[in-house]
């Protein structure tokens, strides 16, 4: 303690990185998924095209579902 701090508060203990990330996600979740779109093997069936060749399911969800206001 540095004198500094308020009667009875002790400063966090530091923490390695990997702990402080999984003490991290126990308090907010985990906010970013583990493997990205990038990351996967091509053809899942999420990432498949819709048919013209340019889009893929995701894309064309996002699509059909702009709010009116973004036209």
Known sequence: MTG?????VRPAPR??????????DEVFGEVL???????REPGRPEDAATGDGSDTAADAWLRDNVPPHHG
Do not use: K, V
């Open 33 to 39: 998924p583990e493997a990205t779109a990038d990351d």
């Open 4 to 8: 500094r701090e308020p009667h009875g």
């Open 15 to 24: 923490l390695d990185p990997s702990a402080r990330r999984r003490r991290r």
